[in-house]
């Protein structure tokens, strides 16, 4: 799943379950969770990764709200 | 009126050799708890008859001979997220307001079995998810020297009544930051050992692969004493110099490496200045500093905020389910967003951690520790929710974890300690980090760099500010 698509799932989720103030943090969220997936470092199947290997993920903006 | 005298080491000393006594020390800190809690609101829970009890066994063991080691008889105090046998264990939530403990956590017993006197449980931010202890069912604590500012969370109460003399020292938990953060805030000495050293067996957790313990205190030698303490060392310690006697810092000068990149990227200026002057103090007592890199260091917040909401929404799921209203709203919203989060992430972070334990071993190869400001603004005010640093705005909350969670996600030791004050006296805080499984070398180390720049603070009526007081 892309980091979009679970964006949009998880808004939309948040919002069926009557929590919408949930938005703001699952976008800042969103950009945390792009910035790992985008990582040099990460392991890949084909045995080369590629930093935009899922076009369009990384998300413009500042970092995340930090949990603690 | 403040306790005399100020560090456990001083009152050890003194105790053993029966110049004061444990129930007129204890009646102190009540005395102080008593006058001073309705300000600060640093105590949830207060055991005044136990405590006094507690002191009165100590004073007839001392006098009879059978002095059990440093904590005999000293007054200490515990993050209301530790079990206490019989006490309500609050997480300052009203999520736990039925719990009782029926048995001591393992820190408490270890605690109870060196003498020390359990005098209460102290506030946090609810759950110990935050920095600023702003967010309590029992309302914030506040600091010591300004109660419009936070103390720093999420042990902020602990440290708010270590400062104000209430107590000698607290046991917190620090998963990103929530030791040392309010160490610095406060002026005082908080210490996070090696992840896994030391039992959260009956702690509340919040992240179970990023959760520690540890004190809260006046001085590097105070740390070591309840650190060796509660991994059940029995070596004799040498009191002068700040850890067990085979393990201290030897006399050769200290080698110090800054991580200058990422690190000390965003710094308040008054902070920034202050950490600039503590380095040139360590280098005036002959120490050398260098410069090096966590390559990655820029991808911690990520890897941590992955890890610490997955492991918290786990924990908390059902409560979340059943008893939401319980939450305060903000704690409430951050656990639900770790159950968003998918397991292929959680999986990328666990990855990533591994990563940035290798980086930070590599940085630390060839020197003593590593040496960083501990946080990276003064204590906020209470209600504040970002800080202007360098013409931006920043969340409060992200930029107080940016100098403390990368080791937690690493693991590594590190000690909080005073290295100076802003021009409005508030505390600036330095930190040190040791090797990987070595924190009574990196308490050596931190002895040093202590005495090379500050002298142990006193509680509050004497405060004049870390690295003013001698």
Redesign the interface.
């Known amino acids: ?1 892309t980091v979009k698509a ?1 964006l949009e799932m ?1 808004i939309h ?2 919002e069926r379950r009557g ?1 919408p ?2 938005k703001p ?2 976008e800042a ?1 969103a950009k ?2 792009s ?3 985008t ?1 040099e ?3 890949d199947a084909t045995g080369e990764f590629a930093s935009d290997a899922e076009p369009g993920s990384r998300m413009p903006g500042p ?6 | 009126m403040a306790a005399e005298p100020q560090t456990i080491g001083e009152l050890s000393r003194a105790l053993k050799a029966r110049q004061t006594t444990a129930e007129a020390i204890v009646d102190a800190c009540l005395g102080r708890i008593a006058e001073r809690n309705p300000t600060l609101n640093a105590f949830i829970t207060v055991f005044d008859d136990d405590a006094r009890e507690q002191a009165r066994d100590a004073d007839r063991e001392i006098a009879a001979g059978r002095h059990r080691g440093p904590l005999h008889g000293v007054p200490i105090s515990l993050k209301d997220l530790f079990d206490v046998r019989g006490a309500v264990t609050t997480a300052a939530s009203r999520v736990r307001q039925a719990h009782v403990a029926d048995r001591d956590a393992t820190a408490v017993a270890m605690l109870r079995q060196a003498g020390a006197v359990i005098v209460g449980k102290t506030n946090l931010h609810e759950f110990a998810l935050g920095t600023t202890n702003e967010e309590s069912a029992f309302g914030p604590a506040r600091h010591p020297l300004d109660p419009s500012r936070s103390p720093g969370g999420s042990s902020g109460g602990s440290a708010a009544a270590v400062a104000d003399g209430m107590c000698y020292a607290s046991i917190g938990s620090d998963t990103g930051g929530s030791i040392r953060i309010p160490a610095a805030a406060c002026g005082l000495v908080g210490l996070k050992p090696t992840y896994g050293e030391l039992s959260t067996d009956g702690v509340v957790p919040l992240s179970p692969t990023l959760d520690h313990i540890g004190p809260i205190c006046r001085s590097v030698e105070d740390a070591a004493m309840i650190y060796d303490t509660l991994r059940g060392d029995r070596r004799p310690l040498d009191v002068a110099r700040g850890g067990p006697a085979d393990t201290a810092h030897d006399s050769r000068p200290l080698r110090l490496a800054i991580p200058r990149h990422h690190f000390l990227a965003t710094l308040d200026a008054q902070v920034a200045a202050g950490f600039e002057t503590a380095c040139e103090r360590l280098r005036e007592s002959g120490a050398t500093l260098t410069d090096v890199s966590v390559p990655h260091a820029g991808d911690i917040a990520a890897i941590y905020l992955h890890i610490v909401l997955s492991e918290a929404a786990a924990y908390h799921a059902t409560a979340l389910e059943r008893r939401p209203e319980d939450y305060t709203p903000n704690v409430r919203m951050r656990l639900e967003m770790g159950r968003y989060i998918l397991g292929e992430d959680y999986a990328r972070a666990l990855r990533g951690r591994e990563l940035i334990r290798r980086e930070v071993d590599a940085v630390l190869e060839g020197v003593d520790g590593l040496f960083l400001p501990a946080l990276a603004i003064p204590a906020p005010k209470i209600g504040v929710p970002t800080v202007r640093i360098g013409g931006a705005e920043e969340p409060v909350r992200n930029i107080m974890l940016r100098c403390t969670q990368a080791f937690n996600v690493s693991g590594h030791p590190a000690v909080a300690l005073p290295c100076g004050a802003t021009i409005e006296g508030l505390p600036i805080g330095a930190q040190v980090v040791g090797a990987y499984g070595d924190t009574t070398g990196l308490l050596g180390v931190a002895a040093a760099v202590e005495a090379a720049f500050t002298a142990p603070v006193a509680a509050t009526e004497t405060y004049r500010g870390p690295g003013r007081s001698r």
Do not use: K, Q, V, Y
């Open positions: 799943m679970w998880a989720d948040a929590l103030e949930l943090l699952l969220l945390a969770t910035a790992l997936r990582a470092w990460n392991a970092g995340p709200e930090h949990g603690r």
